[in-house]
């Protein structure tokens, strides 16, 4: 068992407590509704600082909207979105999603008051790609994209990285012990079969699979509106997945009574 502190923004607490773990299964309660997670997206997190050109509002034209320009920049990225969803893009753990990647923007700063044309903004984006794209790929398509934008307006820009900068995963496939064995106590003590699923987020189970060679998935109990208002998860489908987890520890531990 394994807590740590900061898991939202890069995920740094499990960074540095993984490296002197050796288990043979890692499982991560995640709240994903009881599904045994079998891959999960990169997330990339960037800032873009645009540099416009104040004026009076008199003649907005003799400036540059730096918020207009943020704006449209934001515009110009959300096409990869587009293209890294087409089907043909997709790997297999994802084909069947109709929107696996999501682009957000996610914080916008800038002007200086309402009877001036803003020289200054700024604004947040979280990218999502797929494991078989590098962090240094997302990246340059993304700079190229912006760059190519901010080239057909004149616009002077410049990109930032904060946070999380994680790649994406694939977990052990539904077929590995480790997973026929938790779907077989999931069965016998929620009387169901389990379903398995990949995510379109992250979670700190990549420390544990992609840098110390460690089985890993995420099995947690069911949630609503996360990140979201009245953020929530069933009391009654926690008690199920400490059961589960339980049961699991005995099998997989072969524990023995005394």
Same mark, same amino acid.
């Given at each position: !068992?394994?807590?740590?502190? @900061?898991? @939202?923004?890069?995920?740094?607490?499990?960074?540095?407590?993984?490296?002197?773990?050796?288990?043979?299964?890692? *499982?991560?309660?995640?709240?994903f509704?009881?599904? *045994?997670?079998?891959?999960?997206?990169?997330?990339?997190?960037m =800032?873009?600082?645009?540099?416009?050109k104040?004026?009076?509002?008199?003649d907005?034209?003799?400036?540059?909207?730096?918020?207009?320009?943020?704006?449209?920049?934001? +515009?110009?990225?959300? =096409?990869?979105?587009?293209?890294?969803?087409?089907? &043909? !893009?997709?790997?297999? %753990?994802?084909?069947?999603? &109709?929107h696996?990647?999501?682009?957000?923007?996610?914080?916008?700063?800038?002007g200086?008051w309402? $009877?001036?044309?803003?020289?200054?903004?700024?604004?947040?984006?979280r990218?999502?790609?797929?494991?078989?794209?590098?962090?240094?790929?997302? &990246?340059?398509?993304?700079?190229?994209?912006?760059?190519?934008a901010?080239? /057909?307006?004149?616009?002077?820009?410049?990109?930032?990285?904060?946070?999380?900068?994680?790649?994406?995963? /694939?977990?052990?496939?539904?077929e590995?012990?480790?997973?026929?064995a938790?779907?077989?106590?999931? @069965?016998?003590?929620?009387? +169901? /079969?389990?379903?398995?699923?990949?995510?379109?987020?992250?979670?700190?189970?990549?420390?544990?699979?992609?840098?110390?060679?460690?089985?890993?998935?995420?099995?947690?109990?069911?949630?609503?509106?996360?990140?979201? *208002?009245? @953020?929530s998860? $069933?009391?009654?489908?926690?008690?199920?997945?400490?059961?589960?987890?339980? %049961?699991? *520890?005995?099998?997989?531990c072969?524990?023995?009574?005394?």
């Open positions: !068992m394994q807590t740590v502190v @900061e898991e @939202e923004c890069t995920g740094n607490g499990a960074l540095v407590t993984a490296g002197p773990l050796k288990a043979d299964a890692v *499982i991560i309660p995640e709240p509704n009881q599904l *045994i997670v079998t891959g999960q997206l990169g997330v990339l997190w =800032t873009v600082a645009v540099q416009g104040p004026a009076h509002v008199l907005t034209s003799a400036g540059i909207n730096a918020l207009d320009a943020a704006y449209y920049l934001v +515009q110009s990225v959300k =096409t990869l979105e587009e293209k890294w969803n087409a089907p &043909k !893009m997709r790997p297999a %753990l994802w084909k069947d999603f &109709k696996p990647i999501n682009f957000n923007f996610g914080t916008i700063n800038g200086e309402a $009877s001036s044309v803003p020289a200054y903004a700024e604004f947040q984006l990218i999502g790609f797929f494991p078989d794209q590098s962090l240094d790929e997302v &990246k340059r398509e993304v700079e190229a994209a912006l760059a190519e901010a080239k /057909a307006r004149h616009l002077v820009h410049n990109v930032i990285y904060n946070g999380f900068q994680a790649e994406g995963t /694939a977990f052990p496939t539904p590995s012990d480790f997973f026929q938790l779907g077989k106590v999931h @069965e016998d003590v929620m009387k +169901q /079969a389990p379903k398995f699923g990949a995510l379109t987020c992250t979670t700190d189970g990549r420390f544990f699979q992609l840098y110390h060679g460690m089985p890993t998935t995420c099995y947690g109990p069911e949630s609503s509106s996360i990140h979201g *208002i009245d @953020e998860v $069933s009391l009654e489908s926690m008690h199920n997945v400490a059961r589960v987890l339980a %049961l699991f *520890i005995t099998r997989w072969t524990l023995e009574h005394v």
